[in-house]
């Protein structure tokens, strides 16, 4: 549910602000020259830049969207360090001696010294205006997460031009080196953010730790090679290693926004630094991002009451896109307020509400509103994706026991299925005995 906007929520976003302009502001006594500005004067050390680049390559945009992909291909996202360590090398080795023994300022003084002045103009402007695209993606995720998780009253255009404008003034004011220092102060934040939603997890859960790590195992999350050539897995080792590589590489050599930041380092000793503490920090983040993916994952697995039904019953479970109309449309608008029990028997009626196994529309409203101490609400089980063997969830469920068969989160082949139902079974028949 949208947490109510509250005080403390407008009070850690403008000072949030205020630490970003006023590191702008400190910095702005030292921009004297050009190469001031944008290469920081050539001053800084390889931690801070590590950091920056850790926080430039897992934006905002990768800090929603990691744990919302872990919550599906679970550890198979460990490749994303991996590919990181595996191109170090040549990066120390090769590429950063390249710029520094050139004296450049950007990749695209090379492209010129390499081949010609249009070359560079054009790879230049290709450059420019990818970055205006991906930085107008950039800006929007953080403001919409803003709106949705706290519940802000603000229109998203307001909050994109604040921060925009926020951003742009700290810039404006610090050069290349306010630019590093924010992106430490954004790591520092991001860290602190992924440990509270970490633990507050683990206090929702009976084991905490333990729990975690339990349905991940149970529902196939503990995988981290998928060497399978099923060319539908989207985490296949087969394409995945190869992308990132390539990804990771393309990266840090030719992407203005990485290697600006490497060129603003002292001396080729601590660019090389950067570059290691970046891996360090990614190997760091990234798995903590995965982790608050599987807790968000277990939590959700024992309370899935606690979703909202729109996300459940609008989602087809074996393409994750939206339950769409006859016109391509979505079955039900996207909105917190899409399903209630004040509008659940409307959709009945306009059979836009279907069952999640068989695409059928649901005839009937019954079981699928519960009441408790606070009142009515829709009921979450019956709306959810069930896989063959789920019927041995409700009678191991009141045992104690929970399968993974209650989402389509799980297994991947008919064997292992049909393994693991097997094991089920047997499970409950052992535990009814003992209860008997």
């Given at each position: ?279 360090v920090s990614v190997t760091i983040m990234v798995p903590a991002l995965l982790y608050a993916g599987l807790a968000l994952l277990a939590f959700y697995h024992d309370f899935p ?121 047997s499970r409950v028949r052992d535990t009814s005995r003992s209860v008997a």
């Open positions: 549910m949208t947490v109510a906007p509250a005080l403390l929520d407008f009070g850690l976003l403008a000072f949030y602000l205020l630490v970003l302009i006023g590191t702008g502001w400190y910095f702005r006594r030292e921009q004297h020259t050009s190469r001031d500005f944008f290469l920081a004067g050539r001053s800084m050390r390889g931690f801070p830049v590590g950091l920056s680049l850790m926080a430039t390559c897992v934006s905002v945009w990768s800090y929603t969207g990691v744990p919302g992909e872990a919550y599906f291909a679970g550890c198979q996202l460990l490749i994303i360090p991996l590919a990181a360590w595996c191109c170090l090398p040549l990066l120390t080795h090769t590429v950063l001696p390249l710029y520094y023994r050139l004296g450049i300022c950007s990749v695209y003084e090379y492209l010129e010294l390499r081949y010609d002045v249009r070359t560079r103009l054009a790879s230049s402007a290709v450059y420019v205006v990818w970055r205006l695209l991906w930085l107008g993606l950039v800006l929007y995720v953080p403001c919409k997460v803003l709106i949705v998780g706290a519940g802000l009253p603000i229109d998203t255009c307001w909050l994109l031009v604040v921060l925009g404008m926020v951003t742009t003034l700290y810039t404006f004011l610090g050069g290349m080196k306010a630019v590093i220092w924010t992106a430490v102060v954004q790591a520092s934040v991001m860290a602190v953010g992924l440990i509270l939603i970490v633990v507050i997890v683990w206090m929702q859960l009976e084991g905490g730790p333990s729990r975690v790590a339990e349905v991940a195992r149970a529902l196939g999350r503990a995988e981290v090679f998928n060497v399978s050539w099923n060319l539908d897995s989207k985490w296949t080792c087969w394409g995945i290693v190869p992308h990132f590589l390539v990804a990771t590489l393309s990266c840090f050599v030719a992407d203005q926004l990485t290697v600006q930041r490497c060129l603003t380092a002292r001396n080729l000793t601590q660019a090389k630094w950067s570059l290691t503490w970046n891996c009451e606690a979703l909202r039904p729109i996300w459940v019953a609008n989602v087809d479970h074996q393409t994750r896109q939206s339950v769409c109309d006859a016109r391509g449309g979505p079955l039900i608008a996207w909105s917190p307020q899409a399903i209630t029990p004040e509008n659940i028997d409307q959709l009945v009626a306009d059979r836009r509400l279907l069952r999640p196994n068989t695409h059928e529309p649901f005839t009937s409203v019954d079981d699928l509103i519960v009441s408790d101490a606070g009142g009515e609400q829709v009921n979450i089980r019956p709306i959810e994706h069930h896989r063959q063997g789920a019927q041995i969830v409700d009678v191991a469920a009141d045992i104690g026991i929970e399968m993974q068969f209650r989402h389509d989160l799980g297994l991947r082949s008919r064997h292992r299925t049909a393994d693991a139902l097997t094991v089920a079974q």
